[in-house]
């Protein structure tokens, strides 16, 4: 079965500087992976999303994620973080059905906070 | 921009009572999903939802959960006799058929079972 691990729980950075979230994942074929965000009393929103093709991906808000296959790892990057951005943020790995439906196995999440 | 939409935000309710959680998919979406997250645990996949049928559950989906398109525009979760257990926040999501195209959400309802 497949699964997600987000090693760190919580993470701190200080406004300006660059940001590195990881997400490891175990899926027996090439997988669909995301990252979403979720702000306090908010739905997920996607940041970005990896189907095939190039292994780095480029987001929303600036985030972008390198698809890792050697390593099973699809880590979350920022260069420059905004007060904005702090947050809980899920990667997840779609794992294929039956024709083209998929569902998400997500991690557990890291929070950021980010220091003015 | 077009958004998934859910009501309630906060339901209330007495374990053994039957709660219907709603949810309005993006128009031209296809596929729909009922995701679940209790309070300090993942988030966890509970059904797939596509033409008219169940395309896939998990474990959890026992048979005090239901899922209906009642007409063309809502999905609805419906939990027969809720647990304390049920308590947590449910998310609704919908993509485009075919693809591979990507889930959106909406903004979760929590339940909570007393």
């Known amino acids: 079965a497949q699964s997600v691990t987000q090693p760190d729980i919580h993470i701190t950075v200080s406004e300006g500087a660059s940001l590195e979230l990881r997400c490891n994942y175990s899926?027996?074929?090439?997988?669909?992976l995301f990252w979403y965000v979720q702000s306090p009393g908010q739905g997920l929103q996607l940041l970005l999303k990896y189907f095939s093709g190039d292994t780095l991906v480029q987001g929303i808000k600036g985030f972008e994620a390198e698809f890792k296959r050697s390593q099973s790892s699809f880590n979350l990057r920022k260069p420059s973080v905004h007060w904005s951005d702090a947050a809980e943020y899920f990667c997840?790995?779609?794992?294929?059905?039956?024709?083209?439906?998929?569902?998400?196995?997500f991690g557990k999440g890291t929070l950021l906070t980010v220091n003015p | 921009e077009p958004e998934v939409t859910q009501t309630p935000s906060h339901q209330v309710t007495q374990m053994g009572q039957e709660v219907i959680l709603r949810c309005v998919p993006i128009s031209n979406h296809l596929y729909f999903y009922w995701y679940r997250q209790i309070l300090g645990q993942k988030v966890e996949f509970l059904v797939s939802?596509?033409?008219?049928?169940?395309?896939?559950k998990s474990e959890i989906f026992d048979d005090q959960f239901s899922v209906e398109r009642p007409d063309g525009s809502n999905f609805t979760l419906k939990i027969r006799s809720t647990k304390l257990e049920d308590s947590a926040m449910y998310f609704c999501?919908?993509?485009?058929?075919?693809?591979?195209?990507?889930?959106?959400f909406g903004p979760g309802t929590r339940l909570t079972v007393t």
């Open positions: 997840a790995v779609g794992a294929r059905g039956g024709g083209s439906n998929y569902k998400l196995t």
């Open positions: 999501a919908s993509r485009l058929a075919g693809g591979p195209y990507e889930q959106y």
């Open positions: 939802f596509y033409n008219n049928e169940i395309s896939e």
């Open positions: 899926y027996g074929a090439t997988p669909y």
